[in-house]
């Protein structure tokens, strides 16, 4: 007799145990049915509409229901074609290796926010041989841009 209730309580419990995770008293999870979602919430405020609308008039006939509108998908942005750091980089390197005189000319077009990124990427002190031998006025606006951009931070990762 020992033996047996050795063997049938361990067997009542495991079984307690199996029966209340297949009704879904327990959450055991392989086991324990997957649970129906409830309706969302403005399902349920159109079904109250409706239901309020039904009762205030009975007897007239039900509006037809308006086409669902089709589920808008989720796409993503194409990813970048341009890296424009990566090209001011490539240009500062380029233009590092080129004399002031002859830089003086390349540079003469170019816009002072478009200048200034490229001079703040070069090095220091090439940067300051152009500035130097440039009009005081451009040279001090390029200044300011350097300035500007520099101090701008980075917008924040999601």
Known sequence: MNKMLMILVPVLVIG??????????VDIPGLTPKKAKPKAS???AADEAKAADEAAAPDAAPAPEPDPEPAKVASTPPAPTEDPILGQ??????WSEIDTPQLMKIVADW?????AAILRR???SKTA??????DEKRA????REIQKQSSALPPPTS
Do not use: F, R
């Open 16 to 25: 307690g145990i199996v029966g209340a995770g297949m009704t879904g008293m």
């Open 42 to 44: 403005a399902d349920k």
């Open 89 to 94: 980089k490539k240009i500062a390197t380029l």
């Open 111 to 115: 816009k002072n926010p478009e200048l």
């Open 122 to 124: 070069m090095d220091p």
């Open 129 to 134: 041989e152009l500035l130097g031998a440039m």
């Open 140 to 143: 001090s606006a390029l200044s």
